[in-house]
């Protein structure tokens, strides 16, 4: 028995998330993890297509790949389920030590019903779309259809089975999203016989006591009855998040991934106010959350997909997503260089994973939501950062979940930022010299080199009383006393440059001393990681 017990080495765990005062962590392999991921085109989804999917990956120093597995493609013909594209993908996603985050596109992608089969999108009796007011045929799948649940849960089943079958002893896959970017464009819900009916239902308790909303007419009701203007995007929520929620149950029950649902954005910055046509209605908006929590518990979180560059709105989005009940994860964001200096925004706020879209070299530009690019030149911005994490990147997903990491982007108007910590703040400020103050000298009008654009990011980990490391690009940094330290005079003891080996292990390059601290720690245009000791007397 011993013998046939050694043959085999136990499996690693499940990758699962877990929560701790209020912040999340994504485990694999029994351990923090961040994702310091990319996603793939659209199209990129086929065994010959990855060819052009892993060189980028591997410019990009990510440690996960983002990829559609389509309805169309695993089940072309109803019942007949086809893995091969799974099979290769998984095979070459080891051979290029990455992990998977699968994206399920089937009944809903970017909200129509493009990649559910042609015996699903042709079949209008079987396979119901929505109705509007006037009886006309909407181009969006009906929530309502249960042989377009029965059919897609089947087939996400199988595709849970087979990866449960090939993965089980490796978890290479990590994650599952389900659906893409749900939700309907220009109708804001069904008015088919089913819906119709379920609309004059009283609200769900659940739904009544979880959701915040700035209209409540009613303890209870009916939808109109209690959430007036808000009540037909809320309904639609509701029943959007229902069918997910079904789906990714059963998945889980044949194999227990994490799971979650992304998000084309509301603006999170406009001031609240009944659905007119300006998002897709039904979607994990941020203002309906909660909505998805009750009605799709199998679902981990609600994620963001940032295709706004401004940084108020960027920041803004980050901070309705990030919450104690919704871990934060930014499966998708623009492709440009603007981008770039976000992910010390977001790897600081200890976010699971950060992947921009559209990462492979397959020929297709995703300007103007993201870079004109579509060579090496259009991964370098977030590739040169992903590499200075990688060595690090289980310390840092530890230290994000034990609360010790914090991060900040430039900001469009280029202003100071403040960042407090125990007992000490980092005064983050850009534009600024390598050497000396823009005061002296104010009859120079150059600016510092690589600064016409925003471009500076930095995150911090406080890995002890007075102990940080610190990763960024284009910022100057100073520290100060707060708290305990408040008031004290406080001068540096070590500024590090180096990095961490695959132990571990920190492994100092030079030590920052003279004019290299005297005006502030000053990062250059490429990302350096930092441990800096300071002290008080
Ligand atoms: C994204 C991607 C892909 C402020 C766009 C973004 C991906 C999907 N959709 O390349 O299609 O599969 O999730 C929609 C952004 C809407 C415009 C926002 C302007």
Redesign the pocket.
Known sequence: AVAAASVTAAAAPLPQLVQKDGRHALMVDGAPFVMLGAQAH?SSNYPAALKKVWPAIRDMHANTLEIPVAWEQIEPVEGKFDFSYVDTLVAEARKNKVRLVLLWFATW??TNPQYSPEWVKFDNQRFPRMLDKDGKVNYCMSPFGEETLKADKKAFVALMAHIKKIDEAHRTVIMMQVQ??VGTYGLVRDYGAKAQAAFAQAVPQAVLERQKSPVKLAAKGTWSEVYGDYAEQYFHTYAIASYIGEVARAGRAVYNLPMYV?N??RDPLEPMAPWKGNFASGGPTWDVIDIYKVAAPAIDLAAP?I??PQSAKFTGTLDRFQRPDNALMVP?LGNAATYARYTYQVLGRGALGFAP??IDYADYS?FP??SKLTDKTMVEPFGSIFAVFRPMERQWAKWAFEGRTYGVAESDERSEQTIAMKNWTATVSFRQWQFGEKAWNPEIKDEPANTDKPGGGVAIAQIGDNEFIVVGQQVRLRLGGAGSNDGKPTMLARVEEGSFDPSGTWIMERNWNGDQVDYGINLPAKPVVLKIRIGTY
């Open positions: 659209n992608k970017n893409n970017e992304n084309a954005l997909d295709y706004m998708e879209f559209g995703n939501l993201g």
